[in-house]
Antibody
Framework: QPQLQESGPGLVKPSETLSLICTVS??????????WGWIRQPPGKGLEWIGS???????YNNPSLNRRVTISVDTAKNQFSLRLTSVTAADTALYYC???????????????????WGQGVLVTVSS | EIVLTQSPGTLSLSPGERATLSCRAS???????LAWYQQKSGQAPSLLIY???TRATGIPDRFSGSGSGTDFTLTISRLEPEDFAVYYC????????FGPGTKVDIK
């Protein structure tokens, strides 16, 4: 089964950019069967999908975060990454990366559920 | 955006008892694209059920999912000590949204 590992700074200053990398092992990020996603969870709260990417570079982001989110993929390194700009305290959360297994398609996008998750990395936004 | 509501917020039960968790959607979830996740304290969520009723790899058959349209249920037939956790439903047919979770704790 695949292993996903998030990495990046645990502390980011307000108004700056949060950058995280997810390294995938035991699976190829270039597989046509999967999307790769980011989900976050503020401490003690619920889960929020941030966005997803296909190995080709096609992305699909949460509209509520879209203008601040960039997700990219590096197939050579079997990694994908997240950039979230202009962060505030509200962006403090555990950030998870996850694999999305494609099960179908709508008129707009592929349909997938998240079957394997990384252990998460806590990012605190504070000066 | 499809909003998911889960009930109850907390379910207090004893090992061996049956747990019934509800997930209600603000709109019909297309093609039953509904999943359930379990999150134990200090751990990442793990997939239990997808497509409303299909158990993920390695999930024991005491976990079952059912429902359609806007009303979905996760049932744990006999609670084991390791089942006390928070459970989230998620729809993935129209963007992605999660419910607020149901905590199953020991009575």
């Amino acid at each position: 089964q695949p292993q996903l590992q998030e990495s990046g700074p645990g502390l980011v200053k307000p108004s700056e950019t949060l950058s995280l990398i997810c390294t995938v092992s035991g699976d190829s990020i270039s597989s046509s069967s999967y999307y790769w996603g980011w989900i976050r969870q503020p401490p003690g709260k619920g889960l929020e999908w941030i966005g997803s990417i296909y190995y080709s570079g096609t992305t699909y982001n949460n509209p509520s975060l879209n203008r601040r989110v960039t997700i990219s993929v590096d197939t050579a390194k079997n990694q994908f990454s997240l950039r979230l700009t202009s962060v505030t305290a509200a962006d403090t959360a555990l950030y998870y990366c996850a694999r999305g297994s494609i099960v179908g398609a709508s008129t707009i996008r592929e349909i997938y559920y998240f079957d394997y998750w990384g252990q998460g990395v806590l990012v605190t936004v504070s000066s | 955006e499809i909003v998911l509501t889960q009930s109850p917020g907390t379910l207090s039960l004893s090992p061996g008892e049956r747990a019934t968790l509800s997930c209600r959607a603000s709109q019909t979830i297309s093609s039953s694209y509904l999943a359930w996740y379990q999150q134990k304290s200090g751990q990442a969520p793990s997939l239990l059920i997808y497509g409303t009723s299909t158990r993920a790899t390695g999930i024991p058959d005491r976990f079952s999912g059912s429902g359609s349209g806007t009303d979905f249920t996760l049932t744990i037939s006999r609670l084991e000590p390791e089942d006390f956790a928070v459970y989230y439903c998620q729809q993935y047919g129209s963007s992605f949204t999660f419910g607020p979770g149901t905590k199953v704790d020991i009575k």
